[in-house]
């Protein structure tokens, strides 16, 4: 078999597993119904917002759709990654542990880096449907909206998230493989990815060196610019290089573990 052909038919193993429990419909329900709560608050902000008469007359300027809609609320979900990405992560390799079927993928003719980025690309995309059907709360703003807001901001806003949401499951894919209980592998990955997250609020002005290093590893920084429509190669390559570091520590762990066995 081709390594297309096995990370295929882990990613497919994976989506069985998820929509086969109800892992899935609980993350999607969660995001999708957090979601429209940010996105209908900001909407009414918004249109009360615009109805001020003295809007653009001598007054404080028209809010701006992107500022006032599309950037808060993808903002908001940022927040909601931290518990929802963990739902996705603490079984990929707790639960072959913990059923017995690790030994049987162990011994097959799939490789490590096979297994770890099958596993990964599995997750991910599940993330990916989550956010992609959130998106549809902006579709009644580009339906009717006038003059039609920039699309460009909700697309990259998007991408921040996905990348985000990959670092975190890259990670928590890692600490699934330490432990055959999957609640201790959602609580590890819980607290590591908030302290992650909470690393850029150490960034300020009189910061050292040192802390300023810390703050650039923080995740919700490199988002910022991203939901403003800005794609900044720099924060894509942070994301992708935390990615490849989160796998290269699961591969790691998975090639340990098939040594002890």
Known sequence: MST??????IVRKEWQHYFGSPIAYA???????????????????FIEA??????????????NINEWIFRPTLMNMAVVVLFVTPMLTMRLFAEEQ????WEL???SAITDWQIVIGKFLGAASVFALMIATSLLN????????????EWRPVLTGALALL????????LGAFLSTLTKNQIVAGILSFC???????????????SSAPIKVLAYLGVTGHMEDMVKGVLDSKDVIFYLSFIGFGLFLTQQSVESRRWRE
Request: hydrophobic fraction near 50%; charge should be positive; aromatic fraction near 18%.
């Open 105 to 107: 993928l162990a011994t």
């Open 27 to 45: 993350a999607l329900f969660t995001w999708n119904a957090l979601f429209s709560v940010f996105f209908l608050f900001a909407l009414n902000y």
């Open 4 to 9: 297309f052909t096995n990370i295929g038919a």
């Open 98 to 101: 913990r059923q017995g079927t």
């Open 192 to 206: 590591l990815f908030l302290g992650i997250w909470t690393l850029s609020w150490l960034d300020n002005p009189m």
């Open 163 to 170: 990348l985000m949401g990959s670092c975190f499951i890259a």
């Open 50 to 63: 615009s109805m001020n008469p003295g809007g653009g007359m001598g007054g404080p300027p028209k809010p």
């Open 138 to 149: 902006f579709v009644v703003v580009f339906l009717y909206a006038e003059p039609k807001p």
